[in-house]
């Protein structure tokens, strides 16, 4: 008998797995659960899922099953705790009111953790961080009460209740003003600066871990969870044989750059200022900073290169955006009016802005900073965060568009060095009669070229990319390449491997934006011109003929575009021999079009090839290397090769972080 004189079910559980045998078991429960039918279904039933769980401690979290519902119910013992009922639910766990007898009668709030946590560890990891949970006494921050395991092996935490309601929700509910839920902001982050000195992270602060409940005349917020999370942050270990990327603490909506980093342990209070900075954004436009849909239906990878280096629109911006969505005549709620608008313009957003700066160097260092910094917007005082310089905002434009800005200078480049060698050679080929003539041709082509891509440079890409007034960061670049495309026609007279270059340029823009009309059309353009100055089998004319090639692959798929890989490869093997870089890349991507048809055979033949000759001509951690090594990776897991995928994924990680 348990302790309110019930059969202690746990005690028969572990009791019947100490026995020897079969036939023992059985007698074991035929003895202890008598004719108890419903007691003895759920012993057999706690031992059919420790039979089928393996080594719990060693087994992949991903292949153990998740508890059926109905074993944890209002009326279940665990431990000391009576459950009442389902208060909440989560990525983590479930949430249960409890009600406590011994050593006092209270209630609490028990959180069941999902399986996938090494209990013994994680509970010993807890008790060693115990004391310092003890620590917080704060009354903004709810505390840790107790730890446990049930019966099942499911880790489990007793905190205080709150019945409360998530912070934003709280403050749309009752249509709060902006200094209102700035304040409300305010007990948020001193509840957080009490933990930071205490040494807790909490890694996980969203609106749902923090609830509001109204209380004389005055809201109260308590902050949950916290100790939780970084209790859990060593025990989660899944590797995804695709992608090779750890489980990750956070909720990716609210989640710093750096908790989105695969593999990083170097977590510091900053990341909590992130988190912090999110949920300001999102009581300031009742958005997150990210689009919910997008973020949560990208896969793994994607979602954490849009956390990682994808910047979003400033609070002000966002709002103006949402309100011209709507369709309504009035703006019902408070954040998608004119004037809140124009109230987070400037100072709130460059608060917000500096909280969520990729670069946790440059945001608010800790959370009385970032208070303190509201509390003199609040007060009427300049505020210490500011604008971001030319300068830096340059240079955020270069890591965004990296792709586009690096095409660009790698055209500047290739211009100048046309330049330079026809002039050379015309001078040598005339140096004495035509020295004056050939200098002066010399002279105009590279100010041409260089005005031409100086022009587009400042007036068609750099120049219309400010992520402090462009909501919409694609939509911008795209406006920027539809008017640089409506003026290239007839730009460039007596220039024709000039204009090829840029709309080469423009090209690989709109082929990365995802817009294939404007790319194709483009890339076609580029051609012809090459085709007429240089030749067919040139082989800058046969880098036009295999972006085409992507494009194929991207509007057709991998079966058609497999047939113009085919055709580029052969062209570039009489042209720049088989082991050329040109000519290995292209056999990457015939490679992973094999791939897509399962026609894996034919596909790691070329991946090994590609990848080899990559290497040697290239080097292990040239991008293009890596990229082929990556799909061969996925090919493997394809081929459900899964040792090898996780393998050779982990060591291209590993290069790229190089």
């Known amino acids: 008998m348990g302790p309110n004189g019930r059969v202690d079910e746990h005690a028969i559980f572990i009791e019947a797995l100490e026995c020897d045998s079969d036939s023992a078991r059985r007698a074991l429960l035929e003895s202890r659960c008598g004719g108890d039918e419903a007691l003895r279904h759920r012993i057999d039933r706690l031992l059919e899922l420790y039979a089928g769980s393996g080594d719990f401690l060693e087994e992949p979290v991903a292949s153990r099953p998740a508890p059926p519902d109905n074993l944890y ?54 008790d060693a961080e115990r004391q310092v949970l003890a620590l917080m006494d704060h009354p903004n921050i709810a505390r840790v009460l107790d730890a446990g395991t049930t019966s099942l092996g499911h880790p489990y935490f007793v905190m205080e ?69 970084k209790a859990i942050d060593c025990q989660l270990s ?30 510091d209070t900053r990341s909590d200022i992130y988190s912090l900075g999110t949920v300001l954004y999102e009581l300031l436009t009742d958005t997150t900073p990210f689009d919910t849909e997008r973020l949560n239906t990208a ?17 002000s911006a966002r709002v103006e955006l949402s309100a011209s969505k709507s369709k309504k005549g009035e703006c019902d709620e408070p954040a998608e009016s004119p ?16 909280s969520l700066d990729k670069d946790r160097a440059r945001r608010y260092q800790t959370a009385k900073e970032f208070a303190d910094d509201v509390r003199r917007y609040l007060d009427g005082e300049a505020v210490s965060a500011c604008p971001p310089s030319i300068l830096y905002r340059f240079r955020k434009t270069l890591r965004n568009h990296y792709r586009a800005v690096l095409t660009i200078a ?90 090829a270059e840029i709309r080469m340029t423009l090209a690989t823009a709109y082929l990365h934006l995802g817009e294939l009309g404007q790319a194709e059309s483009h890339f076609q353009h580029a051609r012809r011109l090459r085709a007429q100055q240089l030749g067919s089998q040139h082989r800058e004319t046969l880098k036009a003929d295999y972006f085409l090639a992507r494009v194929t692959f991207e509007k057709q798929g991998p079966a058609t575009a497999a047939d113009s890989f085919r055709r580029v490869l052969r062209a570039q093997e009489i042209a720049l021999g088989r082991d050329a870089p040109d000519t290995l890349v ?17 596909a790691e033949a070329l991946y090994k090839e590609a990848s080899t000759g990559l290497r040697r001509k290239l080097g292990d951690t040239h991008p293009d290397t890596l990229d082929c090594l990556e799909g061969l990776a996925q090919l493997y897991a394809f081929e459900e090769k899964y040792a090898e995928a996780e393998e050779l994924q982990q060591a291209v990680l590993e290069d790229r972080r190089r």
């Open 299 to 315: 896969i793994p990878n994607e979602m954490f290169r849009i956390i990682r280096s994808e910047e979003p629109p400033a609070p």
């Open 586 to 602: 292209t056999m990457d991507w015939l490679a992973w079009c094999y791939a897509l048809q399962s026609r894996f055979s034919e």
């Open 410 to 499: 790698g055209a500047v480049l290739l211009l100048f060095v046309a330049a330079t060698t026809t002039s050379v050679m015309a001078v040598r080929a005339s140096r004495a009669e035509r020295q004056a003539t050939e200098a002066q041709v010399k002279a105009e082509t590279e100010a041409a070229v260089a005005a031409a891509i100086s022009d587009f440079l400042r007036n068609e890409l750099l120049g219309q990319a400010n992520p402090y007034e462009n909501p919409d960061r694609e939509l911008s670049l795209r406006e920027v390449l539809d008017r640089a495309s409506s003026r290239i026609t007839g730009h460039f007279p007596g220039q024709p491997l000039v204009e």
């Open 161 to 229: 209740v709150v019945r409360g309601v998530p912070i934003t929700e709280y403050c749309r509910a009752r249509k709060l003003g902006i200094k209102a839920r700035l304040r409300l902001f305010l007990t948020v982050c001193d509840a957080v600066q009490h933990a930071h000195q205490k040494g807790i992270i909490h890694r996980d602060l969203k609106p749902s871990n923090i609830l509001v409940t109204d209380g004389d005349d005055r809201a109260f917020v308590k902050v949950i969870d916290f100790g939780i999370a």
């Open 73 to 126: 119910q209002p009326g279940t013992q665990i431990d000391g705790y009576e459950l009442l009922e389902q208060i909440g639910e989560g990525g983590m766990g479930v949430v249960f009111a409890a009600k406590q007898e011994t050593p006092i009668q209270r209630t609490v709030a028990l959180k069941i953790l999902k399986p996938g946590m090494d209990s013994r560890r994680l509970l010993a990891r807890f």
């Open 238 to 267: 899944i590797h995804s044989t695709l992608t090779g990327v750890s489980q990750v603490i956070g909720t990716p909506l609210y989640m710093s750059p750096e908790q989105a980093e695969s593999g990083n342990l170097d977590i």
């Open 339 to 354: 004037r809140w608008s124009h109230t987070l313009r400037g100072e709130l957003d460059w608060i917000v802005m500096k």
